[in-house]
């Protein structure tokens, strides 16, 4: 049997919104991706549990999996930086899920990444640029649990039409991205951000939140979003020279179908 490749390396990476313990976590996928890359610094950028709905939580051998593979890239030398989203709010708090407390991270809200070319960039979650009516703590309630909701569906009709790959879009998810559309529409949530950084003396801001893959400089600074793991796929990465990309999405896992190493490379 061949051996597995070494893990594609970058000087950071940054992964948001895997929502382990959510319903519509793709753990398999994250697994590929963490398996696939490495870097000195792991900046996880919020939204990484789940834990809203302590009820509902779905956990299981898949989850342990993921906090195990970055347990392992602390162990190989990585430092790991966990900054605080709205979905895993709670850590904010006493009671730190057990989860969290199995990974070497160190937790913060915001966290300013000095880039190899002297860049300065903004990291956060993104949540507390939210328009108003969204920061409403009952808003973001119900829209959880009406995602909670058409996850289950999708859930359910993924089990029916087997045919469907992780890569295709469900209807459900067809109707999950295009509300997402809506919501963010005119891209006020990325000028609020860049606002924010400049603020503070930043080239830019990485975030996430969004669901929204992005990596450019509309608005006088860089803006880079990180995606999710449950409809885009995608993570951004800084190489040694400074530069940033945006790895995986959909494109990237239809061709490593066919050519597994694929997974490492590729942009959204």
């Known amino acids: 049997m061949p051996r597995p490749a070494a893990p594609r390396h970058h000087r950071s990476l940054f992964l948001s919104d895997l929502h382990l313990g959510a319903l519509g976590c793709r753990a398999d996928l994250i697994r590929d991706f963490l398996e696939a890359n490495s870097a000195d610094t792991i900046y996880l950028v919020g939204d990484i549990l789940d834990i809203w709905h302590p009820l509902t939580l779905t956990w299981g051998p898949a989850q342990d999996r993921i906090i195990a593979l970055l347990r392992q890239r602390a ?15 709670p850590l904010r708090g006493p009671q730190t899920a057990p989860a969290a407390q199995d990974l070497p991270a160190e937790l913060a809200e915001a966290v300013t990444h000095l880039a190899a070319d002297g860049r300065r960039y903004l990291v956060l979650h993104g949540d507390i640029c939210d328009a108003r009516l969204l920061r409403w703590h009952i808003c973001t309630r119900i829209g959880s649990r009406i995602d909670g909701l058409l996850r289950a569906a999708d859930r359910g009709l993924r089990r029916v039409r087997r045919n469907l ?26 000028r609020r951000l860049i606002a924010l950084a400049r603020g503070n003396g930043h080239d830019g801001v990485i975030c996430g939140h969004f669901h929204v893959a992005a990596l450019h400089g509309d608005h006088g600074l860089i ?46």
Do not use: M
């Not at 790959?165 to 990325?190: F, I, M, Q």
């Open 75 to 89: 162990a190989e030398g990585a430092r790991l930086v966990y900054l605080i989203g709205n979905h895993d709010a």
């Open 223 to 268: 803006y880079a979003n990180c995606g999710d793991w449950v409809d885009s796929f995608t993570a951004i990465a800084e190489d040694a020279e400074g530069r940033l990309s945006v790895l995986g999405g959909r494109e990237a896992l239809r061709q490593a179908a066919a050519q597994p190493d694929l997974l490492a490379e590729g942009a959204a």
């Open 165 to 190: 790959r992780p890569e295709d879009r469900s209807p459900v998810e067809w109707l999950l991205t295009a509300l997402n559309t809506v919501l963010y529409a005119g891209k006020a949530h990325e």
